[in-house]
């Protein structure tokens, strides 16, 4: 179980202030140095948090596997095409939210994204699409040529009942099985925390779990390293 690790709040802190730290690229260092193997951000239409530098540099100096989350549109995908991630997660946007709500749409939105995902592969950049985990959105997906499913895992982590959270939990389970059959490589997240992540690291379909907001938010306490540490402790005994 691979664990790539969302730095966008690094980002925000920073830009709370309007200075130069923290530094998502110094995070992504500790990343590194702690043993995931991915780092991820954002790259929001309205900057609010990562910035262009901020994946310019990543990518030009941090090794692990860089995932650029953003939106199907012909500004981001100049910028993709620009820095060369090594992947691009194709998500949902909305000015007015707080963090993405929920799955891209690529049942309605089929034709435009096929165009997207098509630059971006002849552009040599492996393509994501972040969609819950729905039986036609997966087939939609795979029909469009999309190379990884990341299942929104936010029903889930959001569930008060422990009923609607096994029901969510079956949901996850049987989207991720019905993606490798399709040939799709499976990811998951969004809401998973150190308290709820053991259910979705025991689904086998499920290879890599991008997590940010609990991670970042434990780092404030005990540090970053330790942190992703923590986490990649609990996924590895769980996935081992």
Same mark, same amino acid.
């Given at each position: ?6 730095i966008?709040?690094v980002?925000t802190?920073?830009?709370? $202030? ?11 260092? %500790?990343?590194e ?14 900057? $609010?948090?990562i910035?262009? $530098?901020?994946?310019e540099?990543?990518k !030009?100096?941090v !090794?692990?596997?860089?995932? %650029?989350?953003?939106?199907?549109? /012909?500004e ?5 095409? !620009? ?5 691009v997660?194709?998500?949902?946007? !909305?000015?007015e939210? =707080?963090?993405t709500? *929920? *799955? ?7 034709? /435009?994204?096929t165009?997207?995902?098509?630059? %971006?592969k002849?552009?040599?950049? &492996? ?12 087939k939609?997906? &795979?029909?469009?040529?999309?190379d990884?499913v ?5 029903e ?12 969510? %939990? ?9 993606? /490798?059959?399709?040939g ?6 969004? *809401? =998973?925390?150190?308290?709820?992540v053991?259910?979705?690291?025991a689904? /086998?379909p499920i290879?890599?779990?991008?997590? *940010?907001h609990?991670i ?12 992703? $540490?923590d986490m990649?402790?609990?996924?590895r005994?769980?996935?081992?």
């Amino acid at each position: 179980m691979r664990l790539g690790v969302n730095i966008d709040h690094v980002a925000t802190v920073r830009q709370a $202030r309007g200075t130069n730290e923290p530094d998502p690229v110094a995070a992504a260092f %500790l990343v590194e140095s702690a043993g995931a193997e991915g780092i991820v951000v954002h790259l929001r239409e309205d900057r $609010r948090h990562i910035q262009d $530098r901020d994946v310019e540099i990543l990518k !030009k100096v941090v !090794k692990l596997h860089l995932n %650029l989350e953003m939106a199907a549109t /012909e500004e981001m995908i100049g910028v993709a095409l !620009k820095t060369a991630p090594d992947m691009v997660t194709l998500v949902p946007e !909305k000015r007015e939210e =707080l963090t993405t709500e *929920g *799955g891209l749409d690529v049942v309605s939105l089929s034709s /435009e994204l096929t165009t997207a995902i098509a630059t %971006l592969k002849d552009g040599g950049i &492996a393509v994501s699409v972040f969609i819950d985990p729905e039986m036609a959105q997966i087939k939609a997906a &795979a029909r469009i040529g999309a190379d990884v499913v990341e299942l929104h895992t936010g029903e889930y982590a959001n569930a008060q009942e422990a009923e609607e959270q096994m029901t969510q %939990l079956e949901r996850i389970r049987n989207g991720a099985i019905l993606a /490798e059959k399709l040939g799709l490589d499976v990811s998951a997240g969004h *809401g =998973l925390t150190y308290q709820n992540v053991t259910s979705i690291a025991a689904i /086998e379909p499920i290879e890599e779990l991008n997590i *940010g907001h609990s991670i970042v938010s434990r780092a404030v306490l005990v540090g970053l390293e330790r942190a992703v $540490r923590d986490m990649l402790d609990i996924i590895r005994r769980v996935s081992a």
